[in-house]
């Protein structure tokens, strides 16, 4: 697979040449100082990403736990239309109420996988807990079913193309609303006693854990490494200030990302004004009504 271990051969295709003198982009960062990429628009070619993710399967991770199942059916709905169109993938949907998942109808190659989970009183428990299922379930089922996996928030909903350019060894997302900031104003955990703790002179990116993923591998060690992190929390009587996206920053920021997505890839049309460069709008949140929807 392109990225994680060898270089795929592709059949003769017919595309315009890039120009070394003309860059892409030139309004937007393209790489990291670690030279990974950082996904936007206009800079990627999908007939030969398609070519090189051929035979590939993506496994989808998204929890819908207590009312949060009714935000399947637009999720899987835009997911039919954007996500991986002509790839093969497997929806793991884990929730603890099987018969309210929705019956889409899907595209040839993709199916849906219903895995039973418990759920927990506390909605903190419910979002951190999610990094100990995607663990247990990577040694179980997702190393021998699928290359990649994407984790993803299911309050959301596809609006734009999101293909294999995001397929990565690890990837994560620029959180829409601190992408532009400085490293201090990132909202990373900043209590020494937490095991997501990052200090003020550090931090890459403030990326959001509503997308992110890469070979399965790679993300059973990032899961298996941010639960452990949050055991320890709790011995030590303390939660990371947002949860499970405290400790994903922490991990972030010691094994680089080979990819980044730009904030494309995570919007909240809601909280934010869409600037000039951000051209397309890929997985923007979903309006919810937080006290409706997070009451029992
Ligand atoms: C979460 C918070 C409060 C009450 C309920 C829940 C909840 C979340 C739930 O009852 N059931 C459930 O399935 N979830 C799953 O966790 C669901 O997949 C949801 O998309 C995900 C994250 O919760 P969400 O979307 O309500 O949190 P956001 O939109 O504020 O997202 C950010 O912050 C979270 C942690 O506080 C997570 O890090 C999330 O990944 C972030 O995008
Ligand atoms: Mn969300």
Known sequence: YPDTCRVPRVPRMLYPKAHVLQPTRVDVLLMTPWFAPIIWDGTYDSAILNAQFKNTTIGVVVFAIKKYVVFLKLFLETAEKYFMVGHRVIYYILTDRPADV?????????????????????????????????????????????????????????????GVEILSSLFGTLHPGFYASDRRRFTYERRPLSQAYIPEDEGDFYYAAALYGGSV??????????????????????????HEESHLNKYLLYHKPTKVLSPEYVWDERMLRKPPYLRRLRYVAVPKNHAQIRSR
Request: hydrophobic share 45%.
């Open 217 to 242: 591998a790679e993300v059973y060690r990032l899961a298996t490494a941010c639960h452990q992190a949050t055991l320890i929390d709790k011995a030590n009587g303390i939660e990371a200030v947002w």
């Open 102 to 162: 929705p019956q889409i109808p899907l595209q040839e190659g993709r199916r849906v996988v219903i895995l039973k989970v418990r759920n927990y009183t506390r909605w903190q428990d419910v979002v951190l807990h999610r990094m100990e299922m995607i663990s247990n379930f990577s040694q179980q089922r997702f190393l021998h079913e699928v290359d990649y996996l994407v984790s993803a928030d299911v309050d959301m909903k596809f609006s734009d193309h999101v």
